[in-house]
T-cell receptor
């Protein structure tokens, strides 16, 4: 069974630009969560989608948005990039909403660098 | 809402034991544990559910104290392969909120 895939793996953008990251979950998984990881900050929760609906949103500005398609693939978008947005963005999929009795499977991440 | 882990970092020699703690300010329904090795994605270790039993996985086990809203991860007879950052993830009783903890860096040296 194929794992969680994320594209692109690496991205360099300039301040003020926008970016779209993609995540394809494991087949059959309906939940996709997004996390931002920076050194010393751990895994900061961005949002979770389940069956095309945003189930939860973390404490990030409105510049961060996402969506989920009917095939469970998800995208996240960051507009008006700032230097502080440089981070590893991880997505994770699970059979059911995050938490509970179902584990999350993480993708390899997209390394975003904003210059 | 983010659970707090302690210690932040620990260095062990092979064969030594370690305990990593995870505390939440909310009453919990589930606690998840993950390990992330340098340059890799986090990997699932185990889940503990409210009212459930202590879990174990080889020489790594965990407990869940619902009254104290805490979970502890126990690593016994540590191996070099145990090195990495350990994260707990918690879901509150109220549901709909799952957050990862602050992380604990564990280094095992020969």
């Amino acid at each position: 069974k194929a794992g969680v895939t994320q594209t692109p793996r690496y991205l360099i953008k300039t301040r003020g630009q926008q970016v779209t990251l993609s995540c394809s979950p494991i087949s059959g998984h309906r939940s996709v969560s997004w996390y931002q990881q920076t050194p010393g900050q751990g895994l900061q929760f961005l949002f979770e989608y389940f069956s095309e609906t945003q189930r939860n949103k973390g404490n990030f500005p409105g510049r961060f948005s996402g969506r989920q398609f009917s095939n469970s693939r998800s995208e996240m978008n960051v507009s008006t990039l700032e230097l502080g947005d440089s981070a590893l963005y991880l997505c994770a999929s699970s059979l059911a909403p995050a938490g509970g009795a179902y584990e999350q499977y993480f993708g390899p991440g997209t390394r975003l660098t904003v210059t | 809402q983010q659970p707090v882990q302690s210690p932040q970092a620990v260095i062990l020699r092979e064969g030594e034991d370690a305990v990593i703690n995870c505390s939440s300010s909310k009453a919990l329904y589930s606690v998840h544990w993950y390990r992330q090795k340098h340059g890799e994605a986090p990997v699932f270790l185990m889940i503990l559910l409210k009212g459930g039993e202590q879990k174990g996985h080889e020489k790594i086990s965990a407990s869940f104290n619902e009254k104290k809203q805490q979970s502890s991860l126990y690593l016994t007879a540590s191996q070099l392969s145990y090195s990495g950052t350990y994260f707990c993830g918690t879901e509150a009783n109220t549901g709909n909120q799952f957050y990862f903890g602050t992380g604990t860096s564990l280094t095992v040296i020969p």
